[in-house]
């Protein structure tokens, strides 16, 4: 996309910018040159092939080059185009926080299947936001606090939850400093449990963009479950649930630890479209 006077159409663009991505490594590029001409030009994708003979305009072909070098760097398409969808609602993304993934999608929604008349919620490091605000949006009638340690992370929560028209109560701090005292009906996170020793061999997506204090699990990954596991009958009402996101094949052993306190029953585990167990909870005896 070098030479100016050169006529530079969608349909162009678009083969030009597959190839380019292709060879940088980048999987599925020419659906995601799609979506960044989508962005670009404001249309959706039937939009664009209806429009492939349209020719881009100098500023707009600026843009894009902009967003493609980016791309081309294997920064996260969604913090290029700044969003990412999650249960039917969209959510702002940054690289303070980490791009909310389809697999924890299974957490909100055992959360739902289990959450009955729960008034009180609370989600452990609220990141995006993704968790508490499709939770509040589908328990209108509770009360939903969050928290999280990165002040950056927070404020992209803010704007996530009054994008999505819902309130959340978010707190700075870790774990369940902001909350001494107080009690919930349903209480659900999801941790950093990548190991450290794992976190070199990563995606370069994610290794290299996303928040590494969203990621690092400890030597095992499982250095947050203890933390919070053992905690969280303190905060929980009779009969609230804890539920908690695992990594892959770490399911049996935060099980084990929730067996280990010897305050919860209803033990389950839950898995994702990939059959991975995905989700670990149980329920305050």
């Known amino acids: 996309m070098a030479d100016k006077k050169e006529v530079w159409t969608i349909l162009k663009v678009l083969e030009w910018t597959k190839g380019y991505l292709a060879e940088k490594g980048v999987e599925n590029a020419r659906l995601e040159a799609e979506w960044m001409l989508c962005e670009l030009v404001g249309l959706d994708r039937v939009g664009l092939y209806v429009n492939f003979d349209k020719p881009l305009t100098s500023a707009e072909l600026a843009h894009f080059r902009g967003m493609v070098a980016r791309r081309a760097r294997r920064e996260p398409l969604q913090y290029i185009l700044g969003t990412q969808e999650f249960m039917g609602l969209e959510f702002e993304v940054a690289p303070a926080v980490l791009i909310p993934r389809h697999d924890t999608e299974v957490l909100v929604e055992e959360a739902l299947r ?25 328990l209108p009638g509770a009360e939903v606090s969050g928290v999280e340690r990165s002040p950056e992370a927070l404020a992209v929560a803010r704007q996530n939850a009054e994008r999505n028209g819902v309130t959340v109560s978010l707190h700075e701090g870790s774990l369940f400093e902001p909350f001494a005292g107080a009690r919930f009906d349903l209480i659900v996170s999801n941790p950093p449990y990548i190991l450290t020793g794992d976190l070199g061999g990563l995606q370069p997506e994610v290794r290299d963009f996303e928040p590494r204090e969203a990621l690092d699990g400890g030597l095992d990954g499982l250095d947050f479950y203890r933390k919070i596991i053992p905690a969280a009958p303190d905060h929980l009402n009779p009969g609230g649930w804890l539920m908690v996101e695992v990594g892959i094949g770490q399911a049996k052993e935060v099980l084990a630890m929730f067996g280990k306190t010897g305050r919860f029953g209803e033990l389950f585990t839950a898995k994702d479209p990939g059959g991975i167990e995905r989700v670990v909870g149980g329920r305050l005896t």
């Open 114 to 138: 289990r959450a009955g008349d729960a008034r009180k919620v609370l989600d452990i490091g609220v990141g995006s936001g993704c968790i508490a605000v499709a939770l509040a949006k589908k």
